[in-house]
């Protein structure tokens, strides 16, 4: 997640937009872009990351192979042995 702001503002950039002209294509504020951008977004959200995906001309592509098909057990009874 570290490399999602910096590459949302290369692609940005690269199109020639503004932080404002994203903002006014995908509803989002100019302030949570800028936010987004440098990092300090805590949690940007799935929906936003695809409107400001689908704005820029890309597309979101999720990797599941690292997922262990065995679930955690820290996760699914509390932690406990």
């Known amino acids: 997640m570290d ?11 690269a199109l020639g937009l503004s932080q404002t002209d994203l ?12 936010q987004l ?10 929906a936003n990351i695809l409107d400001i995906t689908r704005a820029l001309g ?10 262990s098909s065995e679930p955690d057990p820290a996760q699914t009874d509390g932690g406990t042995a």
């Open 3 to 13: 490399e999602l702001g910096p590459e949302i503002r290369k692609a940005r950039k």
């Open 23 to 34: 903002a006014l294509a995908t509803g989002l504020s100019v302030k949570f872009l800028s």
């Open 58 to 67: 890309g597309q979101v592509m999720l990797d599941w192979s690292d997922m």
């Open 37 to 46: 951008e440098t990092g300090k977004a805590d949690n940007p959200g799935f």
